[in-house]
Nanobody, 126 residues
Framework: QVQLVESGGGSVQAGGSLRLSCAASRSTYTSNCMGWFRQTPGKEREGVAA????????YYADSVKGRFTIFQDGTRNTMYLQMNSLKPEDTARYFCASGCARYEITWSTPERYIYWGQGTQVTVSS
């Protein structure tokens, strides 16, 4: 079992920035299936970004391309989501996900991942 803990959420004005962090309980833990999702009340969980560290490949939802960046630090057990030029529609609870459960499905599908954090709230005001 691997526990994931998100942090870095908060309330910002439109156009501002936040950096979310996702720390794994194991210091040596890493996975080729790692990503960020977000969810608002009454809506399905939405894929935001994902990374495959082995190949350096990253993936983004069309709505955040050019504004968000997903990356890891040198330890490879912490994943980040740098969010710039935030918009009110980015308001949601953000979750980190890790572990490859289903390789054959797209990065943006929740069922691809094994482990999930409890989420951190991001609120963007106009």
């Amino acid at each position: 079992q691997v526990q994931l803990v998100e942090s870095g959420g908060g309330s910002v004005q439109a156009g501002g920035s936040l950096r979310l962090s996702c720390a794994a309980s194991r210091s040596t833990y890493t996975s080729n299936c790692m990503g960020w999702f977000r969810q608002t009340p009454g809506k399905e969980r939405e894929g935001v970004a994902a990374i495959n560290p082995t190949y350096g490949a990253t993936y983004y939802a069309d709505s955040v391309k050019g504004r968000f960046t997903i990356f890891q630090d040198g330890t490879r057990n912490t994943m980040y989501l740098q969010m710039n030029s935030l918009k009110p529609e980015d308001t949601a609870r953000y979750f980190c996900a890790s572990g490859c459960a289903r390789y054959e499905i797209t990065w943006s599908t929740p069922e691809r991942y094994i482990y999930w954090g409890q989420g951190t709230q991001v609120t963007v005001s106009s």
